[in-house]
């Protein structure tokens, strides 16, 4: 019994004294609604993780090894959303948005020193998001995701077939997503990719390989159908009818 209190303890914070205060200040702010519960998150939450600015976390949010978490300046974690940052722990840079549902989970039980989640500024994560960084995820600046998302740093060995598939361990080499990347809803990238700068993906692709900058890549698995350096794509683009609202032109 011992032995599973230990590992619980060790899955939900970095020692016991901080367990026990990170608790204490999430029952007593975690499920406060309202602008008067994001103040009160603001400030004592900053007791219990590390951030640059004032979060802005919303009610019933979870934060899993939270002393391992690191939030730049005007942060946004919509309501229910789920950090677990085990060692490597998780890094999101000013301006980025969270939305409701979004997961980023580094269950680094098996001590891997590449584990961790390290996202750029001013990225948006659309809602039910998912990404596991346990062979670590890099995500640069402007990175933009539609709904249900995944981005998996680890994959499952198979080769045995006559051993379980939980018995035979992982590979996890992790994934780089560049700058000015949008990841349409449903997009599935897997481990070992790297998504270069610019690049876009249509909803329900599943990223197998790597994608040269500027690529527009759609289908199971991700093709590179376009470039968007290509002189018709970009004067389509212009031509299109282009709106723009508040929030870009706050971030201007």
């Keep these: 019994m011992l032995k599973e209190l230990r590992y619980y303890l060790k899955s939900q914070s970095t020692s016991l004294p901080r367990y026990i205060l990170e608790q204490f200040v999430m029952l007593l702010f975690g499920s406060v609604p309202s602008l008067i519960g994001v103040g009160l998150r603001g400030i004592a939450y900053k007791a219990i993780l590390k951030a640059d600015g004032v979060p802005v976390i919303e009610h019933h949010t979870r934060l899993l090894c939270p002393a391992n978490i690191r939030l730049g300046k005007q942060v946004y974690l919509d309501s229910q959303v789920y950090l677990h940052a085990l060692p490597g722990g998780i890094s999101i840079g000013d ?3 969270l939305m409701h549902g979004t997961i980023f989970h580094v269950f680094n039980y098996r001590n891997l020193p590449q584990a961790g989640i390290a996202v750029g500024k001013n990225c948006f994560f659309g ?7 346990q062979g670590g995820v890099h995500i640069g600046d402007g990175v933009y995701t539609g709904t249900q998302v995944q981005i998996a ?3 499952h060995v198979y080769s045995d077939p006559d051993r379980f598939i939980k018995d035979q361990g992982i590979t ?3 994934i780089v997503i560049e ?8 997009v599935v990238v897997v481990d070992g990719v790297t998504i270069g ?16 900058p500027y690529s527009v890549a759609v ?17 389509q683009q212009v031509a299109a009818q282009v709106h723009y609202g508040q929030l870009e032109n706050m971030r201007s």
């Design 95 to 97: 301006g980025t948005s």
């Design 127 to 133: 809602e039910y998001t998912c990404i596991r960084g």
């Design 153 to 155: 740093a680890v994959n």
């Design 172 to 174: 996890a080499e992790g």
């Design 179 to 186: 700058d000015d990347v949008w990841l349409g809803s449903n």
């Design 197 to 212: 700068k610019g690049s876009i993906v249509g909803a329900g692709a599943v990223v197998t390989k790597n994608l040269p």
């Design 219 to 235: 289908g199971v698995p991700a093709k590179v159908v376009k470039s968007r350096r290509d002189a018709d794509a970009v004067r």
